[in-house]
């Protein structure tokens, strides 16, 4: 089992900033993908941003403004978010694949208003 606990998320002024954090706990050795899904109301879930074997992939919609990391040392993930847009406002949700299986914190609102 994998658990995900999500922070960071606020409210902000179009073109502000939020770092959203996700710390991973338990069997965390053998993640092989870790990132970032948004859903808003009356949308699907889309990925915004991932690790995914040494990589990142980005969705179109935040490339140049969105930056995922990692720290090995304290097992979690970040999200740097620059230059909102009030299209990003949704419930930000970490993800671990591990084995072929996805596990999901609990999700974190990111609200941009104009």
């Known amino acids: 089992q994998v658990q995900l606990v999500e922070s960071g998320g606020g409210l902000v002024q179009a073109g502000g900033s939020l770092r959203l954090s996700c710390a991973t706990s338990?069997?965390?050795?053998?993640?092989?993908?870790m990132g970032w899904y948004r859903q808003a109301p009356g949308k699907q879930r889309e990925l915004v941003a991932g690790?995914?074997?040494?990589?990142?992939r980005y969705a179109d919609s935040v490339k140049g403004r969105f930056t995922i990391s990692r720290d090995n040392a304290k097992n979690t993930v970040y999200l740097q978010m620059n230059s909102l847009k009030p299209e990003d406002t949704a419930v930000y949700l970490c993800?671990?694949?591990?084995?072929?299986?996805?596990?999901w914190g609990q999700g974190t609102q990111v609200t941009v208003s104009s």
């Open positions: 993800y671990a694949v591990r084995v072929g299986n996805y596990y």
């Open positions: 338990g069997s965390i050795f053998d993640i092989n993908a």
């Open positions: 690790i995914i074997s040494g990589g990142t």
